[in-house]
């Protein structure tokens, strides 16, 4: 008779559920075996060039380009955050190397992040590749960087060396809040293809447990830093986020996509500017609840605590004062 062994009661809640639940724990490879004609590969909800009238004239294949080069973006962008900006502070968070102690269990937690990353890396580059050899449709010239890494760059100047790492960690639990969002917005959309629906909803579930871990990563650091530390990382934020939230890198996409599909410079100009309106940040909130969702999960993890920092998120009118 067969005793019943619990092998996760060793385990922390969260690590326990990561066992049971993470896609590379619990989920098979996706595979595309084929591509219905009523599919699309990307939501039109988040491609609005796709809906402009000089778009929609040149009929459902142009369409169905622009949303499939769309996805290559998508997936490619995802493979880079990946492997570059969160994997590195993941890294450094678990391997104790960051300048503030972090509790063993959550560096534990961390952990399993690296894991999960590298593994959606390797699931986005493997859909694209499935999606190549099944529509023949290879990507255009893709960016080669990410508004978060243009953002940290940005921001890294400003502040001493000594709390560089700490504005990359905030980096981090920032995108990391973000992207869940965005995998929840590409969820929603019906007619999108069956397989990509799979391997999205796949990397929600795991981001959804991410989204909690690095919630507790920046309540963490914030707590440990000293208010000076606090101050000047806060001065820096708002344009961080500013940089962070901009789509210049999209724009350009978007404008090799129209010429792609067989727009003339004239009719490109007229879409983008339809589409991409130039907008400062405050503006940009009216618009698009991603920056308010930001800006919340900050307050929530204690980082609008002092008024001072308070200050300069209403000055730039990115909270109501
Ligand atoms: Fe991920
Ligand atoms: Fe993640």
């Not at 590298?118 to 290879?138: C, K, N, S």
């Not at 983008?272 to 405050?282: E, G, K, N, S, V």
Request: one cysteine or more.
């Amino acid at each position: 008779m067969g005793i019943n062994v619990d092998t996760t009661a060793s385990l922390s809640r969260r690590q326990a559920h990561w066992e049971k639940s993470s896609s590379i724990r619990s989920r098979p490879r996706r595979v595309l075996r084929n591509v219905s004609p009523d599919e699309h590969f990307y939501p039109i909800a988040r491609q609005p060039i796709a809906l402009h009238p000089l778009v929609k004239a040149l009929g459902t294949a142009a369409r169905q380009r622009i949303l499939l080069q769309s996805l290559y973006k998508f997936l490619n962008d995802i493979a880079f955050v990946e492997t570059r900006v969160v994997s590195e502070v993941s890294l450094a968070i678990a391997n104790d190397q960051l300048p503030w102690p972090f509790p063993a269990q959550l560096r534990a937690d961390v952990l399993t992040v690296v894991i999960d990353e590298a593994f959606h890396a390797h699931v986005a580059i493997d859909f694209m590749e499935q999606v190549q050899r099944l529509t023949g449709v290879t990507p255009l010239s893709l960016p080669t960087t990410l508004t978060v890494e243009q953002a940290i760059r940005n921001a890294l100047p400003k502040l001493p060396a000594d709390l560089h790492i700490a504005l990359k960690t905030i980096s981090v639990c920032i995108a990391e809040n973000s992207v869940t969002k965005d995998l929840i917005d590409v969820h929603r959309e019906d007619g999108l293809n069956e397989t990509f629906h799979a391997v999205n909803g796949d990397h929600m579930i795991d981001e959804v447990r991410h989204c909690l871990i690095f919630g507790d990563v920046l309540r963490h650091l914030w707590g440990v830093l000293t208010l000076a530390q606090r101050r000047a990382i806060g001065a820096v934020l708002p344009d961080f986020l500013g940089d962070y939230l901009s789509l210049s890198l999209q724009k350009q996409f978007d404008i090799d996509i129209l010429a792609d599909v067989g727009l003339d410079a004239r009719q490109i100009e007229t879409v983008i500017a339809a589409t991409h309106l130039d907008q400062d940040l405050a503006t940009y909130r009216t618009v698009n609840p991603i920056v308010d969702k930001v800006v919340n999960f900050l307050a929530e993890s204690g980082v609008l605590d002092d008024p001072e920092i308070r200050k300069a998120f209403e000055d730039r009118r990115l909270v109501d004062s």
